[in-house]
């Protein structure tokens, strides 16, 4: 059985080496992003630290080499909010090259009210989405000079649930926070194919692979002090829920197989084997609304026009 359809040669605990590669993870100081980020690192790899917080990602960096000896943990300061400050922090990466960049970072509102990014943007739909979306162009250069570029976007099983709706991608109309923030995961995973449609267009080497985590709770994540603390009531109280969800580090494994996999292709999506919430990584059918190819181009050119991004977000021409 081949790796890309199922998991027999794939084993989570024994990752294939990566030295001298370098990989970008938002939001890599906690949740989902950390365990991401710790996994990169065990295969010697260069794993940069996307956060805003320089104290957080320090607090991961320690719990990473505690776990990983020797590991290559750096830190980009990157606020996916303010889409001016993007350039800047790519430009102190001083890099000549990335592999791969982990589109996981996010913004998660439960309660009103509706709330904004300096640039005016929704703070959900601006930090999820189209803080993403201006990165990928800065960093177009740098995957593009990679032998093998890739980006994963980091979707979500909710969003498989929830609409666009492209008359209002801002939600000044009727804010609910947890639409809302199912929605701009929603347009991550549509970026993410569109834009794989677009580098093969455009004959690029760089791939764009979605991933998600299934249900990865809080309560079923192992202890990473200070970064994730579990305690032994909270860890018995989840027992149950263990049987058909899963922790944050095997939420985990999905990105990380679309990073390091040598037989994954642009435009797949990854997600857990079991009813996709739990379990080893494996591809998962693209269809339903996700595979309306004419929302996705509509939500392209709207995100163009909201943030100033060239049409080819900087990787070659652009489809017309």
Not at 138 to 144: E, F, I, M, N, Q
């Amino acid at each position: 059985m081949s790796s890309r359809s199922g998991t027999q040669r794939w084993d989570v605990h024994r990752l294939p080496p990566a030295p001298g590669r370098t990989f970008l993870v938002t939001g890599g100081n906690a949740g989902i992003g950390y365990f991401v980020a710790e996994q990169l690192a065990g295969t010697g790899a260069t794993v940069v630290l996307g956060s805003r917080s320089p104290e957080r990602a320090a607090a991961a960096k320690d719990s990473i080499r505690s776990r990983v000896p020797g590991a290559d943990i750096r830190h980009l300061r990157l606020d996916l909010a303010d889409l001016s400050s993007l350039k800047t922090s790519v430009d102190t990466l001083e890099l000549d090259r990335l592999d791969a960049v982990v589109h996981n970072a996010g913004v998660a509102l439960d309660d009103p009210p509706r709330r904004e990014t300096e640039s005016g943007d929704e703070l959900m739909f601006g930090t999820n989405h189209l803080g993403h979306f201006v990165l990928t162009q800065r960093l177009a250069p740098l995957l593009s000079a990679a032998p093998a570029g890739r980006v994963v976007t980091v979707g979500s099983f909710a969003a498989k649930s929830e609409r666009l709706d492209l008359a209002d991608l801002q939600s000044t109309e009727d804010y609910r926070p947890k639409r809302t923030y199912g929605r701009s995961k929603l347009a991550q995973m549509y970026f993410g194919l569109e834009l794989d449609r677009r580098l093969r267009a455009a004959n690029s080497t760089v791939l764009s692979v979605l991933a998600h985590p299934g249900g990865a709770l809080d309560s079923l994540t192992p202890s990473r002090p200070p970064v994730h603390v579990r305690t032994a009531a909270e860890r018995l109280r989840a027992l149950p829920a263990g049987l058909l969800i899963q922790g944050k580090e095997a939420g985990a494994w999905p990105a990380v197989r679309a990073v390091l996999d040598p037989e994954v292709s642009g435009g797949q999506l990854w997600g857990p084997r079991v009813l996709g919430l739990r379990g080893r990584p494996r591809t998962e059918a693209v269809r339903g609304h996700l595979a309306d190819t004419a929302v996705a181009a509509r939500l392209w050119d709207a995100s163009c026009e909201l943030t100033g991004a060239d049409r080819a977000l900087g990787f070659g021409p652009g489809r017309r």
